[in-house]
């Protein structure tokens, strides 16, 4: 196993880990989860809960990418596009209720977490090419 497997590896289960733990939090307690996280605007339980219906599946796609190898460019495409869009959406609205500052800490952890899963696509392509057909 190479080093890029490896980093691939330590993505896919960190990020299918917290997808499937925010999912099931947004779903199981909303509103903890509006007054922790997701503090942005007035809370809407069911918007919380069709997100939660996002994220969870998400985490679920990168952990099943472990098992099926052809799944992993697939999965993290889409895993950056959607990190990547939400890092967006934080930099046009920063009005987290505990301060602007908040919604730019956010954001740079949103940025950061885009930057490491596109660099775990870009290993899962060049792995991808690398083997024979």
Request: hydrophobic letters at 55%; aromatic letters at 14%.
């Amino acid at each position: 196993m190479t080093s890029r497997s490896r980093y691939v590896d330590v993505i896919l289960i960190v990020y299918g880990i917290y997808s499937v733990a925010l999912g099931v939090f947004m779903m199981l307690l909303p509103v903890a989860f509006f007054d922790t996280l997701g503090a942005f605007g007035s809370r809407n339980n069911h918007y919380i809960f069709d997100n939660a219906s996002f994220e969870l599946p998400l985490g679920l796609l990168l952990l099943a990418a472990m098992r099926w190898w052809s799944w992993r460019v697939p999965a993290l495409a889409f895993a950056t596009a959607h990190w990547g869009l939400h890092a967006l959406s934080h930099i046009i609205d920063t009005d987290h209720h505990a301060g602007a500052w908040v919604g730019y800490l956010e954001f740079a952890g949103l940025a950061l977490s885009t930057l490491l899963l596109a660099i775990a696509l870009r290993c899962s392509l060049i792995e991808q090419k690398a083997i024979p057909r």
